[in-house]
C-alpha cells in the first residue's frame, strides 16, 4: 500500500475535512499517513503523524476575527466583511483582486519544507487541498505525485477556457449580479487568473526550470486523481478528463453530543442557525434570522455567533435562543430539524448526510453554486442575505418544517458514500498508477 502525507492550508474550515479523509486513509490501510497542516491544527487527527507545514501567511483556527493575524491580513479580513454588504459582485470582486494583489504565498519555503518532509519521510503520495496554490506549484516544481482534493465547489477543478476560479458557474433564484456587474466581475478574474500564472511561471523559470510551465494556474490539478468533498449531482458541468474525480458526498466522521449539548436540544424542534468562521461577523444577519426564526411556532433557535456574542447577547434573553460563539455543528445535526447556513461546503454536505434541510444565505467564494445546487436538489431555500428580512426567513423555515423528507434519496446517496468509501477507491485508482519513481 503506499504512503501519504495530506496537506492541508491553516483554515479550520479545510483542515477539519482533510484530517478526516487523512483519518480514513490510515483506516483503509495506506502504509503511512501524516497530516501536515499549521501547528494549531495538530490535534485534529488523532492517530495520524503530524508534521507543521504552513503555505499561507492567512489563517483560521476556528473563528477567523480571533484568529491571530498579521496587520495586512486582518485588514483584508475587514475589508471583505465590509463589502460582504455590497453583495454578491462586490464580495467576489473584493476576493479576486486581493488574489490578484498577492497572487502566490512563498512557493520556496513551502518547497523547502516539503522537500525536508520528502527526505524523511519518503510518501508515495501527496493529497492536497485544490485551492492551495502555493503547495501544488511546490509539488509540481518538485515532480513529486500528488492527489487534488477539493474543499470546496466542483468547479473549483477548472477545465474549460471560459471557466474562471472566483466567477460562479451557477447562482441561486434569490442572487445574481446585473449584467454590468457580471462584466465586470468576468474581467477582472481574467486579469487574476492571468497574473497568477504568471506568478506560477516566474516561479518555475527561477526554481525549476525543466518542469512544464502551466498554460493556466489555476487549473493546474492533479493528472491523476481528485478527491471531490462533495456528491456526484448529475448536472455539475464537465470536470477535468485527464484525472479520476472520486465524490465523498461528505467528509464527517460521527461525533457524539455532551451531555450539556443534549439537555440544551432534547425535545425541542431545533433551528440552527451558524454563516461559518469568517462571516459569523455579520451579526446584521445573524440578528434577522434568529428574529425571522422565532416568529416560528414551537421552535428553538442555536446560533453559533462567532466573535459576535456581545453584539447579540440581547436576543438571549429570549429562553428558546441558545447563544455561543461556537457550536458543535456535527454532533448537533442529527438533533436538528433545519439550519441557516452560509452555503459553504461543509454545511451543505453536512446537513444532506444529516437529512437537515437548510435556508442559505451566500455571500461570497463558492457559495452561490453550492446555493444553487441546494435548490436544484430540493434540500435547501436560497435567500439574499443583504436583501431578506424576518418575515422571508420566517416563511423560507416554515415551508421546509413543513416537508417531509424531500431529499431523501439525495441523503441515502450521501450517506452511502463518505471518507471511508473514498479513501478505499482512491486506493484502487492509484493501484493503476504506475509507481512514482524515487525522488
Known amino acids: 500500500m503506499p504512503g501519504f502525507v495530506v496537506v ?12 478526516v479523509f487523512a483519518t480514513a486513509l490510515n483506516t483503509a490501510g495506506a502504509r503511512e499517513v501524516t497530516f501536515a497542516c499549521g501547528a494549531e491544527f495538530a490535534d485534529l487527527a488523532p492517530g495520524v503523524p503530524f508534521a507543521e507545514l504552513r503555505s499561507t501567511r492567512d489563517s483560521n483556527s476556528g473563528i477567523a476575527e480571533g ?33 490578484r494583489a498577492d497572487p502566490l504565498a512563498a512557493p520556496g519555503q513551502v518547497s523547502r519544507t516539503l522537500r525536508a518532509l520528502q527526505d524523511r519521510l519518503r510518501p508515495d503520495w501527496y493529497v492536497v487541498d485544490q485551492i492551495d496554490y502555493a503547495t501544488t506549484l511546490a509539488l509540481h516544481a518538485l515532480d513529486l505525485p500528488f492527489v487534488s482534493y477539493v474543499t470546496g465547489h466542483p468547479t473549483y477543478l477548472v477545465t474549460r477556457d471560459d471557466q474562471f476560479f472566483g ?58 486523481a481528485a478527491v471531490v468533498n462533495y456528491p456526484e449531482l448529475p448536472w455539475l458541468p464537465p470536470l477535468p478528463a485527464q484525472q479520476e474525480q472520486i465524490f465523498l458526498g461528505h467528509c464527517t466522521a460521527p461525533e457524539p453530543l455532551d451531555d450539556t449539548w443534549l439537555d440544551r436540544v432534547r425535545g425541542r424542534r431545533v433551528v440552527l442557525v451558524a454563516l461559518g468562521t469568517f462571516l459569523s461577523a455579520r451579526h446584521d444577519v445573524l440578528r434577522t434570522v434568529v428574529r425571522g426564526a422565532l416568529r416560528v411556532p414551537d421552535v428553538t433557535v442555536v ?37 441557516v447556513h452560509h452555503g459553504g461546503n461543509n454545511s451543505f454536505t453536512e446537513c444532506l448526510q444529516a437529512g437537515v434541510p437548510a435556508v442559505v444565505l451566500p455571500f461570497s467564494s463558492d457559495q452561490f453554486c453550492i446555493a444553487h445546487d441546494a435548490e436544484r436538489a430540493g434540500a435547501g431555500v436560497c435567500l439574499d442575505p443583504n436583501a431578506a428580512a424576518p418575515e422571508d426567513v420566517t416563511k423560507a423555515l416554515s415551508s421546509l418544517l413543513e416537508q417531509s423528507h424531500p431529499f431523501a434519496a439525495l441523503r441515502d446517496a450521501v450517506r452511502a458514500s463518505g471518507p471511508d468509501r473514498g479513501a478505499a477507491r482512491l486506493l484502487d485508482v492509484l493501484e493503476r498508477v504506475p509507481a512514482p519513481r524515487p525522488s
Open 67 to 99: 484568529t491571530e493575524q498579521d496587520a495586512r491580513s486582518a485588514r483584508d479580513l475587514t475589508d471583505f466583511l465590509e463589502a460582504t454588504k455590497g453583495g454578491a459582485a462586490s464580495a467576489l470582486l473584493t476576493q479576486t483582486r486581493r488574489r
Open 167 to 224: 466567477l460562479p458557474q451557477a447562482w441561486p433564484s434569490a442572487v445574481r449580479p446585473s449584467p454590468e456587474e457580471l462584466a465586470e466581475l468576468t474581467a477582472e478574474v481574467r486579469l487574476t487568473d492571468h497574473a497568477l500564472t504568471a506568478a506560477f511561471t516566474k516561479f518555475l523559470r527561477d526554481f525549476a526550470p525543466r518542469r512544464p510551465m502551466p498554460p493556466r494556474a489555476f487549473a493546474m490539478t492533479s493528472s491523476h
Open 8 to 19: 492541508s492550508p491553516p483554515f479550520r474550515s479545510h483542515a477539519q475535512p482533510m484530517s
Open 303 to 339: 446560533v453559533a455567533a462567532g466573535g459576535r456574542v456581545a453584539e447579540l447577547a440581547d436576543l438571549a434573553a429570549d429562553p428558546r435562543v441558545v447563544l455561543d460563539s461556537v457550536v458543535p455543528q456535527r454532533a448537533l445535526l442529527p438533533h436538528v430539524a433545519a439550519m
